[in-house]
């Protein structure tokens, strides 16, 4: 979706402008005054499948990315997935993920059975199910704010087209490419002229293909147009879907079950079989760790960075160790980083084990600390406990006069600056864009961009003395705030072309893939913290850019560069003081 809206994307997440994005593509179910239940797929079945997933991922891998040259895909930033799951709870919509076991579309149709709803996605399996389907592509608002779709009903399409539940299976094979590839059927669709000018598969031309012959008519026709492997692929994944019609039809699903309970939560037991499965479902075990408990591996980031230099996931393993030392009771041994190889076409895996845990928590437990469930977890401190045998002092007294939305990040902060020496430039313009996201943006006025501020209001003011308090800070200030820096908001493509420096840009990925870490491993020990609302907190290009012109300036002091430029907003430059003496006070221990 970060695709669909346009952004920037090679700095890293404009977190504020994509949520801003999904507000405005969530809001049309708002204004139809739909009750929305979204799914999430939590893992991958398998091994094989978890490898197709990457390879997918990697299409445009970080390390191939070129500025100015436009691709058919993007390398989708850091954090995108989790403000998407933070604007469906800012707006009060319901959403679960699917447990890595179960077949998420199974997954989803039980549920909508049970919540007597219909089913809308871009997946034609939904169609042919039990439930009502509406494709999503398909849907608009009226003026009236009502939803404009077409809703589909298996039985109805049965009648009409004169097909079997065994020729809807065919259909499924030759245009789900959930399945297989785009070009694998092309010939014998191109032979039966059922493509489009625009290339596109003529679908209601298949389905009469398809209603006039027998199903072993059509599969010989069909077979004629493939490769022996693929026509062995086939007879397999249609043994596969035709089983999983079966038990679709019959099936009870966990998820389904615990969407429909009266409570809407998980009750655990003692030493519940199921805790996995039910933390997942509650949001306690964050998405990335389903594959990390099944399989053991961390896939290395294909981000925007400099791949001369070590992986951006090397800062943060040992954060990722310590959530599978956890899940695992520390008995799951090591776990497996792997590398994808440098030529673009080369789909093996670089990989290397990492062992390394830090000293075990004081708790007792048979399969997993988390076995009982959450609510005592907070109790055992087993985040600060990470911390504190991570980084050997940490003052967390200290930490309690940030803004609570703040105190992440500013532990993030400091475990990155404590791994990795010399970011002080990169320090100064991940808080200034805290401050200037999280507070200036919060209080601008509605006509902030027509405003024109006379020399006098953006003439250099006297110091004021540092504070912690958002509420000190002054609405004039913000709007002239704004007006100084908003110039680093924004890039234009030449901007980027000779701006982008892989060197420059590589500490600020590594620095996200820790902050992001660190939400992940805080959810997972039952939350001490708010987590990080990144919308409020980072945008890449602004990051980059301020970053980028401290150093083209030679800066061998950040917070003068900044000082310069924000003297006259001294509310706003009191505050980030107050943030960044926190933070100092902390680091360097006074």
Known sequence: MYQDSMLPYAFGSESDQFAGYIKRYLDRFKKANLDCHFVFKGGHVDKEKLDIHFDAKNRLHGRNYIPGVVYDDIVKPIFVKEIWFQILNE??????????????ITECITSALKLSCPLLGNNMQYFFSQVQYIPERGTVIDEKNNLLCGIYKLSRFLEKYSMTEEKIILFIMLTDKHIFGENVFEAFFRSNRMISRYNNII?????????????????????????????????EKRTELENLMIERKNTDTKMALHVTSKLMECKFTQSDPDWFEKGVFSKYIPLPYVNLYKYKIIKASNYIEDYEQENSIMLSVDIVKYAFDLLTNFEGGEITVQHKKSDASDKTYQSFTYSSSI??????????????????IKELNLFDHFIIESL?????????????DSKLLLIALVYFSRKKPDVELEIYSILLSYVMLGVVKEKLSEDVDKANYNVESKSEKPFLDSFTDKELVNARDCDIAWSLMSKYFNIREDELCYMFQRKTLHPLVEFQRCLEELNFLNQLCGSPFDK?????????????????????????????FIKNKLSPAPTVLAFLSGILGIYESILFEY
């Not at 075990?360 to 437990?365: F, G, I, L, V």
């Not at 930490?399 to 609570?404: E, F, I, T, V, Y």
């Not at 012109?549 to 917070?559: I, T, W």
């Open 91 to 104: 707006m009060g919509f319901k959403y679960y993920f699917v447990n890595d076991n179960d077949d998420y």
């Open 532 to 560: 990080t609302v990144y919308s409020k907190t980072y945008n890449g290009t602004f990051v980059y850019k301020l970053l980028y012109s401290m150093k083209e300036n030679e800066c061998q002091d950040g917070l003068q």
């Open 392 to 404: 050997q002092t940490f003052d967390f007294t200290r930490l309690n006069r940030a803004p609570a």
């Open 359 to 376: 000293q075990k928590p004081d708790y007792e437990a048979k399969l997993s600390v988390f076995e009982n469930g959450w609510d005592s």
């Open 203 to 235: 679908h209601r031309n298949l389905m009469k293909w398809i209603a006039q012959k027998s199903t072993e008519q059509a599969l010989k026709e069909v077979f004629k147009y493939l490769c022996e492997s693929d026509k062995k692929k086939f007879i």
